[in-house]
């Protein structure tokens, strides 16, 4: 079991930047490490995941403004958001999924920090 321990969100003006930060308790068999996000009423959806070589993928709103990172020695991800407009206010959650060696794979969530953006 990996626990995932979310920081960096809070309330910020638009135009404004936020970096989250998101460790995991351990990093064995983790492979991607990501962030997803989550408006009320609305499904969640893809903000960037990076690899443990640092390869990267952007869902569509965050290309930009976004950048994912990563530091494997501390098992953490980070997520530098500038720019940022009142349509960005959501829970933001990281993301991090396992592969053993017996070919399963499991999927480990945060507990999800709030994002606000105030016009």
């Known amino acids: 079991q990996v626990e995932l321990v979310e920081s960096g969100g809070g309330l910020v003006q638009a135009g404004g930047s936020l970096r989250l930060s998101c460790a995991a308790s351990?990093?064995?068999?983790?492979?991607?490490m990501g962030w997803y996000r989550q408006a009320p009423g609305r499904q969640r959806e893809l903000v960037a995941t990076?690899?443990?070589?640092?390869?990267?993928n952007y869902g569509g709103s965050a290309k930009g403004r976004f950048t994912i990172s990563r530091d494997n020695a501390k098992n953490t991800v980070y997520l530098q958001k500038n720019s940022l407009k009142p349509e960005d206010t959501n829970v933001h959650y990281c993301?991090?999924?396992?592969?053993?060696?017996?070919?399963?794979?499991?999927?480990?969530w945060g507990q999800g920090t709030q994002v606000t953006v105030s016009s």
């Open positions: 993301n991090a999924v396992g592969v053993y060696l017996s070919g399963s794979v499991s999927n480990y």
């Open positions: 990076i690899t443990p070589s640092g390869r990267t």
């Open positions: 351990s990093s064995r068999s983790i492979f991607n």
